[in-house]
Nanobody
Framework: QWQLVESGGGLVQPGGSLRLSCAASGFTVNYYAIGWFRQAPGKEREGLSCISSADGRAYYVDSVKGRFTISRDNAKNTVFLQMNSLKPEDTAVYYC?????????????????WGQGTQVTVSS
């Protein structure tokens, strides 16, 4: 059974940093594309970043480019999202998801398994 568990969320001041973890079980993260998404109250879930298993290439949406970094630790079977220079508009529930394919996709419907989410709140 494929499972994903996010952790690392919390309350942080503007300009601060957090590192989110996405621990996988039931499959190996380096064989599939893993994406990070977020959903703020009243808004649709949006894709933030993805790491491809085919070539390890990372993709980012413009709003987080230069601030967020996705990485993968194959030994821990975990994918991370390092978030720096956080802004109040980054406040949301953050999810990781796996796509049973080597390549990332812009469409969240193509990610089959999701974690339960972790809350990130950026506020002074």
């Amino acid at each position: 059974q494929w499972q994903l568990v996010e952790s690392g969320g919390g309350l942080v001041q503007p300009g601060g940093s957090l590192r989110l973890s996405c621990a996988a079980s039931g499959f190996t993260v380096n064989y599939y594309a893993i994406g990070w998404f977020r959903q703020a109250p009243g808004k649709e879930r949006e894709g933030l970043s993805c790491i491809s298993s085919a070539d390890g290439r990372a993709y980012y949406v413009d709003s987080v480019k230069g601030r967020f970094t996705i990485s993968r630790d194959n030994a821990k079977n975990t994918v991370f999202l390092q978030m720096n220079s956080l802004k109040p508009e980054d406040t949301a529930v953050y999810y990781c998801a796996v796509r049973p394919n080597y390549y990332c996709s812009n469409y969240r419907e193509r990610y089959d398994y999701w974690g339960q989410g972790t809350q990130v709140t950026v506020s002074s």
